[in-house]
Structures are given as structure tokens and as C-alpha cells.
């Protein structure tokens, strides 16, 4: 049996940037995922490094995702760095041009000093805007596959032991303490166990017997080629987004469907993303589809995040549920628990995200 200071059970990038936190700090871990890491909800993800609506998000995870949004340049600057790979960060701004929001979206910005809101006059002519849009030119977005690649490669370099391809069946506990996992190729022992298996933590913990409130929001989401590139901002219209990238390539996202943990992609949801995406920009009539996907959400429900210890197991931890912001805050809540696991205040409580909580409701908003 090999034995490990921590084992991150779930190998997405909220695993991923958990274990790379652990491991700069010194500790041994081993990274488990039943695929290959990061092929999941991280992969499928947009990469847009804002909330959707951050005019209405709950404060703890605005400041998550303020945080998140401020880490972000010198995370992907330093990833760069020791692993060679460019996860892609670039600040296109984000035009929001839901006329429901666009009061709210102002109000907002007014009560934060750190928001700017401009105006929008010179759009290209080929893009349908509505009368009122406004850009928020710091909004960043970076290539989610590419900053898979990076962390992949700095856990390697920082030696942290990945096991793809091995489903953890089993938690192993001895008087309330975790001791080690069995997988489906054997079993591992560590000191500690953090639990960051997305929409599937559920199927882990009802082996200790406890459970979250947490479920699966199936998002589809479109990759379009056009000849010419036009588009620089991504464009926010409800929950529906256009994501250009630098290559020419344009992301069209995303839907919002309860069919629990399939995953199938459909012809419905292709006509809503194409239908929508060219009354916006009509152009895209005559954009190649380059690659139709999807991936499952893990939703908490009230709109914030569980990281913290589990009850009743003083060594075991979650870091999940990160639904619609989990490329944003990957890093910070990897922080916020790492620095918790260290002793070290952080520059939050971690009872702001109590897994134990019961307010949530399981009203997907
Ligand atoms: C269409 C779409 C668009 C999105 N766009 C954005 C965006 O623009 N910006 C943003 O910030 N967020 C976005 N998100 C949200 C973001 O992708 C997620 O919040 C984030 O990826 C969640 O990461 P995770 O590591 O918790 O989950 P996942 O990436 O799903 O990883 C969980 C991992 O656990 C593994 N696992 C599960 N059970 C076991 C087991 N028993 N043993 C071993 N391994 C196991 C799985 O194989 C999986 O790899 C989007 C999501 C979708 C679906």
C-alpha cells in the first residue's frame, strides 16, 4: 500500500488545482479520476472568467469570483512558465446585452468602484446588437482544454501521482477517520481525502453515508469556424453566450437541462444555440460546425460552492459544486481550502461554504 499525505478523489480542475496547491506546499498526493483528468464538466467549460450575472450572484461567491478574476494572469503567467503551455488568457471584454439586466447590470457597477461599464457604438455593422448594450472591457476568458493541459503537466513536474482511468469505489474508514481508497486496480492509503468529483460526489459519499445538495445541470455548447473574424468581445445575453476566440474559432453556449446525469447532446439543443447565435450575428449562417459537446454542471443550488470538512470525519474534505464558475474560482477555492488545511488564516472563512449547510434549495437559477 502506498501512502500519501492526500488523496484528491476527482481529477477535474477543481482536483487538479487543489492537488497543484497541495503539492507546491510540500505535501505527497495522489490525483484519482475514472477517465482521463479533466475530461469533463472542465473540458465542455466556455472559459469565460466571469459569473454569468454577477450583478445577482450570492456575495460569498462574488467574492470567490472576484478573487478568482483578480489571481487569474499571474496563475496562468506562472503555469506558463514551468510548464510551457499557454492556457490561453486574454481580456476581450464581455458585452451584456439583456435588456432584462441592463439596469441592474449599471446599478451594479456604480456601487463597485473596480467595475467599468462602457457604452458600445462601434460594433461591427454584421453583429445585431440591441440599443442599450454595455461592455465590461476587464472580463477575461482563457481555452479550458489548454489549461487542462498546463495543470496536467505541472502536477507531473511537482511528482504528484495520477491515476486515470481508476475509478474510486470505496472510502475506507477506521473510527471516524479516512484512511485510504480501493479503486478498481487496488487500493491506495493516505492521511487525508479531498473529495472534488463535480456532479458525482454524491455516488462517493454515500459510502460514508452523508450526501450534498447537488445535482447535475447539463450544459450543450456549439464550435463554429467562420472565414472572417469580427468579433472580439464575447457577448452575454441571458444564459446564452458568444465566445470568440483569437484563432477564429467561435464558442456557442449553453443550454440549461435536468436530464440528471445523461449527457447525450441533441438536435433541439443545436437549434436553440444556432438559432440564437444568428440573430445576434447572422454571419454565422455560414460558419462551419467544427464540434458539438456537452458536459454536467455540478449545482449547488444556492449558488455557492461546498469546500470544507465533511461531518463527523475529521479528515476528509469536499471542494465541489462550483456549477457555472468552476474555471473561474478553481484556483481561490483550492487556495481557501489548502490555506485551511495548512493553518493559515485565509482571506476567508471556510464556514461560508459549509458542506453541512442546509439553506440551499436546489432551485437552479
Ligand atoms: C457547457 C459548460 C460551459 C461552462 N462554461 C464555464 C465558463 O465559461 N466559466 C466557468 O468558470 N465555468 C464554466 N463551466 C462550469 C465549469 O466547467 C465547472 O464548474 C467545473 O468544470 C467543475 O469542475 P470539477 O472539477 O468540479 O468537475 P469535473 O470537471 O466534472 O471533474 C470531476 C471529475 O471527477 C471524476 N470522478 C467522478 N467520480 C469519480 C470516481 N468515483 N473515481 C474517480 N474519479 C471520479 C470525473 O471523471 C471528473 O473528471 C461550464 C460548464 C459547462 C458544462
Given at each position: 500500500m502506498n501512502n500519501y499525505d492526500y488523496i484528491v478523489l476527482g481529477g477535474g480542475v477543481i482536483g487538479m488545482t487543489t492537488a497543484r496547491e497541495l503539492a507546491k506546499r510540500g505535501a505527497s498526493v495522489a490525483i484519482f479520476d475514472r477517465g482521463i483528468l479533466g475530461m469533463e464538466a472542465s473540458w465542455a467549460a466556455g472559459g469565460i472568467l466571469s459569473s454569468m450575472r454577477p450583478w445577482q450572484e450570492h456575495p460569498d461567491s462574488a467574492e470567490l469570483s472576484r478573487r478568482g478574476k483578480a489571481l487569474y494572469p499571474d496563475y496562468c503567467e506562472s503555469l506558463k512558465d514551468e510548464t510551457g503551455i499557454d492556457p490561453g488568457y486574454f481580456r476581450s471584454g464581455l458585452i451584456v446585452i439583456d435588456q432584462d439586466h441592463i439596469d441592474r447590470l449599471l446599478n451594479w457597477a456604480q456601487q463597485d468602484k473596480e467595475i467599468q461599464c462602457i457604452d458600445i457604438d462601434n460594433l461591427p455593422a454584421a453583429i445585431n446588437l440591441p440599443q442599450i448594450s454595455v461592455l465590461l472591457p476587464e472580463i477575461a476568458q482563457i481555452r479550458p482544454p489548454r489549461l487542462i493541459a498546463a495543470l496536467c503537466k505541472s502536477l507531473k513536474l511537482l511528482s504528484v501521482d495520477i491515476f486515470e482511468e481508476s475509478e474510486v469505489k470505496k472510502i475506507i474508514t477506521h473510527n471516524s477517520r479516512f484512511t485510504g481508497v480501493v479503486f478498481d486496480k487496488g487500493s491506495v492509503s493516505a492521511g487525508s481525502l479531498i473529495i472534488t468529483a463535480g456532479a458525482w460526489c454524491n455516488s462517493i459519499l454515500k459510502n460514508i453515508n452523508r450526501e450534498i445538495r447537488l445535482k447535475p445541470v447539463h450544459g450543450q455548447m456549439l464550435c463554429l469556424k467562420l472565414k472572417q473574424r469580427e468579433l472580439i468581445s464575447i457577448i452575454l445575453d441571458g444564459g446564452h453566450y458568444l465566445i470568440p476566440r483569437l484563432d477564429g474559432h467561435i464558442l456557442v453556449g449553453s443550454t440549461m437541462e435536468d436530464t440528471g446525469f445523461n449527457k447525450c447532446v441533441t438536435e433541439t439543443a443545436y437549434r436553440e444555440l444556432f438559432d440564437w447565435a444568428i440573430s445576434i450575428y447572422?454571419?454565422?449562417?455560414?460558419a462551419t460546425l467544427i464540434k458539438h459537446w456537452s458536459g454536467l454542471r455540478p449545482a449547488s443550488g444556492d449558488q455557492k460552492p461546498f469546500i470544507g470538512s465533511i461531518t463527523g470525519y475529521e479528515n476528509i474534505y469536499i471542494n465541489a459544486g462550483h456549477f457555472r464558475k468552476g474555471i473561474l474560482q478553481a484556483p481561490v477555492s483550492a487556495k481557501l481550502l489548502v490555506d485551511h488545511l495548512a493553518g493559515i488564516t485565509s482571506f476567508m472563512s471556510l464556514e461560508n461554504f459549509n458542506p453541512s449547510r442546509v439553506e440551499n434549495s436546489l432551485k437552479i437559477a
Open positions: 447572422p454571419d454565422i449562417n455560414k
